[in-house]
C-alpha cells in the first residue's frame, strides 16, 4: 500500500504568486538578454546563454553523447546574471582626461610656434605690420605724415637712415615701435613714392634689416572761377579740363579760396559783400558774420590754422568815420567764432599788403605807412615789426621764407624766425626785373615785362627760376596780351598761369575786384616745361591770393 511519502518525486514547479512572478521575470530577463546591443559586452551574452536555451536546443557538450535539461528546481533557480553597472561619471572622467591631453598639445604646439617666430624675429630683425598716411591729403598740404609700426621696439634711428624717392624734405621722429616721417612740403601727385628705413635693429639688439613701403599719390584737381554776363561759377575739374564740374554759382562771385575739405566764396549783393563757407561740392553752406555791413577783399586761408583771412571796410565810409582796409582773422571750424579784427599799438590798423605764412596761423602785413609787421593768431605773442617794405613778392612753403620788397626797390629773402635776411639772388641767364614773384618749393616763378629802348612793352613772359638761379622761359606773350598772375600747385609740380587775351578788345567787368572779362588759365608742367591745357577761367585754388590789377 502506497502512501504521499512514497510517491515518486516529479520536478519542483512554483507554488506560490512570488515565485510564480520571480519565475516569469526571470524567463523576461533571459528573454531580454539577447536584444541588448553589441556595447553590452559579449560576457553578458554568454552568461545568459544556459538560460535561454528551451529543451529542444542540443547544447554541445564535452563529450558526443546528448542529455536532457529538466525543469528548474525551486530551490535551486538559475538565472540570468545582471550586467554590471557602470558608473556614469567614469566616461564623463575619460572625456575630461582626453580634453585636458588635447588643451595641453594645443597649447604645447602655440608655445612651440611662439617660440618659433621669435626666433624667426630674431634671426630676421625688425619687420613693418602697419603702414599709415593720406596720398591725396599729401598733395595738398605740408606736413602730412607716414607712420610706420614694426614688430618690435627699434634701437635709436637716425634720420640720415631714412631716405624717400623721389626726393622731398622731411623730418623723422621715432620712439618704440613706431617711426614717423613728416613731409615739409606737398608731395606730387600721380608719384609712387619709396620711404626706406635702411638697418633698423630691435631694442634688445640682434640683426639688421631695412624697413621699405611704398605708396602712391592720386591724380590732382583744381578749382577755377568763370564769370560771366549771367551768372558766375566755380567749376572743379582734372587738370585735362576734360571733367569740369560746376560747384557753385552766384549773380557775382568776386573771389574764393580752397581749403583741402571747404571752399570759401566771397560774393557781392547790394547790400555789400557775403562770405559763404561750403563743401567742395557746394553743399553744407553757411555764412560767416562780419565785423559789419561793408565790404571784403584780398580773402585768404590758413589750411594749418583753420582760418580765413580778409580786408574789410565799412559801407559807410567816410574822411572821419568807418573801417578802411582793416585786417580780420576768423575761424573756419568754429561756427561760433566772432571776427578778429588785427591791432598795432591797440588800434584797428588799416592795411596794404598781407599773407597768411604757409603751414602756420601767422600773418604778414605792411600798414599803409609801410610797417611790416608779423603776429601769429595762435598765440598772445603781439606783433613783431620787421622794418619797412613797399611789397610782399609771396611766402615759400615749408621754409618760413618770405620774399619781400623793401622800399628802395630791393628785393630779399627774409627769414621771419629769425629776421635776417639776404638779396634775392638773380636769374641765370638775368631776364631783368620781375614785376610779380611767387616762390614755390624749388624756385621762384617771376613775371618779367620786356621793353624796348624806349621802355615801351613789347611782351611779357613768366620765368621759372630754381633755387640755383639756373632760369628759363615758361610762357612768352605779346603786347597785345597780358599776364596777370602766376602761381604753382602746392608740391611746385605745375604752374598756372593767367593770361588775358586781346586786351584792346577785352574791357574790365564792375566787379568790387575789377578784371578782364575774358581770361585764360594755362596749366604747365613745370619739370619739363610743357604747357598741358589752357582752361577758360581764373583765381586757381592753387594761388593763395587772387590776380592782382
Known sequence: MSTDDERPEGPAVPRTRAEMRAAREAAAAAEAAPEE?????????AQGSGARRSSDEEPVTSGAEKTDVGPLEPDRPTSVAPAPEVPRAQPVAKRSHRFGIALAAVLGILVLVSAGLGVVSLTQGPRITEVQVDPAHAIDASGSRLILTANQSLATIDPAQVTVEPSVPFTVDAAGRGIGIRFTVPLDDETKYTVTVADATGAS?????DLTTTFTTPPSSIFLLNRSDKEDKIFQTDLTGENGVPVFAADKINDFRATSSQLVVTVEEDDGSHILVMDHDGGDQRELPLPGEGYVGSIQVSERGGLVGYSYSDRELSDTEGRASVLVTQSLNDKDSEPQVIEVDDAEASIFAWQFVPDSAAVLFIDFDGALSLVDRSSDAGVQSLGLAANIQGISRGTY??????????????????????????SNPDYGIASTITPFPGGTLRHVVQRNEMGIPTGQAVVKVDDDGAASPLIEV?????????????SGQYAAVVIAPDMTDNPYDEMLLPLPKTMETHLIDLRTGDEMVALTGFDASWCQTAPRF
Open 37 to 45: 546591443d553589441s556595447r553590452g559586452g559579449a560576457l553578458r551574452q
Open 205 to 209: 639688439g640682434g640683426p639688421k634689416n
Open 401 to 426: 621764407t618770405a620774399v619781400i620788397e623793401r622800399l628802395d626797390g630791393s628785393v630779399v629773402e627774409l627769414n621771419l624766425a629769425d629776421g635776417s635776411e639776404q638779396p634775392l639772388a638773380a
Open 478 to 490: 605779346p603786347s597785345t596780351d597780358s599776364i596777370l598772375q602766376a602761381c604753382a600747385s602746392p
